[in-house]
């Protein structure tokens, strides 16, 4: 099966997650809940990864962390591992502990409000998953979570658990334990309205759908990197939403690409005719040049349907007809030198 491309740097931040193999509870007791925070221990000191916040749920867990080493790979393999091995010890079993390959969204660590989006959306999961009682529970009543340390000064705070960053992201001064309570318990009353649930969802929908959180520019920072792992590997062996806009990215400049040898630049190409031979030879093209989607495609070109696609690719393979064959000529002994293609 394709694996998600791993997308490591010095200083980079992630949002992690990982579940529970079927959905199964990763921690039976309190003492696996201990145990899983002392192995966590374990491996940021290994690392040096220093954690911004962190959630342990019955089946789940999240984490923001930052590694100023390109080690994330590398630390949750132990970290999965060597925990899964001690719960599988205590417990007297055996088997998988965690469901496939963990989730890490890229989190710009530099520009914007990402931190404070990311954190507040791991503090508020023991609220939206019915463990504590709303309006009735304090959001620091919960032990499992970075919440209480950052609000409790009687809180031990762990040496692998810094504030500052996600304070500073929100507006608030070192220490200022009370305004992020006050600011933290605002947003618990957010989740008791439909609105505010809404609007809530709405700046958590990149976190739960997407592959990276940021602005544009840190977006081509992260496919810059993204290609030159498709690059050094087989591209085949790899899937995700990195992969997919490297994908797309790479089809745009080919189009211009395509389109400049075939004599086409300035040309409206989806307004003109779907069967039109160009087009159907750019299809045929692209589709085996890169890795997007036939449908991306159709999009593109202003085919219509996808099957259209489809259809092009195995007259152009064919190349029975002269012109269609003239063009695929034209295409791949141009096109592909001047896209800096080597296919032999």
């Known amino acids: 099966m394709a694996r998600?491309?791993?997308?490591?740097?010095?200083?980079a931040v992630y949002h992690v997650m990982a579940r529970g193999n079927q959905g199964r509870r990763?921690?039976?007791?309190d003492q696996d809940r201990k145990l899983w925070l002392e192995t966590l221990a374990e491996g940021c000191e290994q690392t040096?990864?220093?954690?911004?916040a962190f959630v342990l749920l019955p089946n789940h867990y999240h984490l923001l962390a930052e590694t100023?080493?390109?080690?994330?790979?590398?630390?949750?393999k132990w970290l999965q591992s060597t925990y899964t091995q001690r719960y599988n010890s205590r417990h007297k079993v055996f088997g998988h502990l965690f469901q496939g390959r963990y989730k890490a969204l890229v989190v710009d660590g530099a520009e914007g409000n990402y931190f404070g989006v990311?954190?507040?959306?791991?503090?508020?999961?023991?609220v939206r998953a019915n463990l504590l009682r709303m309006g009735k529970d304090s959001l620091a009543e919960y032990q499992w979570s970075s919440y209480p340390a950052y609000v409790r000064a009687r809180v031990r705070r762990p040496p692998w658990l810094t504030t500052e960053r996600?304070?500073?992201n929100l507006g608030f001064k070192a220490g200022d334990r009370a305004g992020y309570a006050a600011y933290m318990e605002g947003r618990v009353l957010e989740l008791e309205t439909k609105a505010g649930r809404e609007e809530l969802n709405q700046q958590w929908r990149a976190i739960r759908r997407g592959w990276y959180l940021g602005e544009d520019?840190?977006?081509?920072r992260l496919l810059e990197r993204a290609a030159k792992i498709l690059q050094a590997g087989r591209e085949a062996t790899y899937s995700g939403g990195a992969k997919v806009e490297h994908g797309e990215g790479e089809a745009e400049r080919l189009l211009r690409v395509g389109l400049a040898v075939l004599g086409m630049e300035g040309v409206d190409v989806q307004a003109a005719a779907k069967g039109m031979a160009e087009k159907q030879v750019l299809a045929w093209w692209l589709c085996g040049r890169t890795t997007v989607r036939r449908r991306?495609?159709?999009?593109?070109?202003?085919?219509g349907d996808e099957s259209r696609v489809t259809q092009a690719i195995r007259r152009v393979k064919k190349a029975a007809e002269p012109g269609l064959a003239r063009l695929k000529r034209q295409i791949e002994e141009r096109a592909d030198r001047a896209a800096g293609l080597d296919y032999e």
């Open 118 to 126: 990311v954190s507040t959306y791991i503090h508020l999961n023991p």
């Open 68 to 76: 100023p080493e390109a080690n994330l790979v590398d630390g949750m």
């Open 26 to 29: 990763i921690y039976a007791n």
């Open 296 to 303: 991306w495609v159709s999009g593109r070109l202003g085919m």
């Open 4 to 11: 998600k491309i791993r997308i490591q740097y010095a200083g």
């Open 166 to 168: 996600v304070m500073s």
């Open 48 to 52: 040096g990864w220093q954690i911004h």
């Open 217 to 220: 520019g840190f977006r081509e």
